[in-house]
T-cell receptor
Framework: AQSVTQLDSQVPVFEEAPVELRCNYS??????LFWYVQYPNQGLQLLLK??????LVESINGFEAEFNKSQTSFHLRKPSVHISDTAEYFC???????????????FGQGTILTVHP | EAGVTQSPTHLIKTRGQQATLRCSPI?????VYWYQQALGLGLQFLLW???????NRGNFPPRFSGRQFPNYSSELNVNALELEDSALYLC??????????????FGPGTRLTVL
């Protein structure tokens, strides 16, 4: 079975400050990792993903995440946030193992990022 | 390119009724996934359909069911509605090259309210 823990339910920051949203996962097999963002009353938008290769992945709007296998983490970072980054962020894991985990995304509980002016 | 679409946007039902939610995947995607986002319970996997077949099912009672049509669109049916079924139901689609590595793209969701 796989699980995801997002260590902070809410993160308040000021505009232009750096931010880190923490995500740890647990799985007995190789995993693939994702960050999604959800704006109020909307669906989920893919922010970035790690499937293989370079452990540092970047999005087009300045976010980055680093896959750390030894610490089973996939923390999301941004060096300077904007008001428009205010949203809920979800870390998710999938695998190509069979059984009950087959094909599905397992999500963390979400982190609400609030950027203050 | 059009994204995943879902209908209706909002649905209000009473206890005991049936609800039908619809999803159209991104063109070329053959897999459709359903998730429930209920207040306080987070995002929970419901069902996965690929090529018209149910491939996996989450820990939900049998009154949650669905199907996938030959054009890859999908329906989610919830029978005998209960108050706790009130939630945002999200549909996602993906290509399948090797399960687990394929990125799921989400629709805007259907907000189901059970009174």
């Amino acid at each position: 079975a796989q699980s995801v823990t997002q260590l902070d339910s809410q993160v308040p920051v000021f505009e232009e400050a750096p931010v880190e949203l923490r995500c740890n996962y647990s799985s007995s097999v190789s995993v693939y990792l994702f960050w999604y963002v959800q704006y109020p009353n909307q669906g989920l938008q893919l922010l970035l993903k790690y499937l293989s290769g370079s452990t540092l992945v970047e999005s087009i709007n300045g976010f980055e995440a680093e896959f750390n296998k030894s610490q089973t983490s996939f923390h999301l970072r941004k060096p300077s946030v904007h008001i428009s980054d205010t949203a809920e962020y979800f870390c998710a894991v999938s695998s190509n193992a069979g059984g009950t985990s087959y094909g599905k995304l397992t999500f963390g509980q979400g982190t609400i990022l609030t950027v203050h002016p | 390119e059009a994204g995943v679409t879902q209908s209706p946007t909002h649905l209000i039902k009473t206890r005991g009724q049936q609800a039908t939610l619809r999803c159209s995947p991104i063109s070329g995607h053959t897999s459709v996934y359903w998730y429930q986002q209920a207040l306080g319970l987070g995002l929970q996997f419901l069902l996965w359909y690929d090529e018209g077949e149910e491939r996996n099912r989450g820990n939900f009672p049998p009154r949650f069911s669905g199907r996938q049509f030959p054009n890859y669109s999908s329906e989610l049916n919830v029978n005998a509605l209960e108050l706790e079924d009130s939630a945002l139901y999200l549909c996602a689609s993906s290509l399948i090259t090797r399960a687990g590595t394929d990125t799921q793209y989400f629709g805007p969701g259907t907000r189901l309210t059970v009174l």
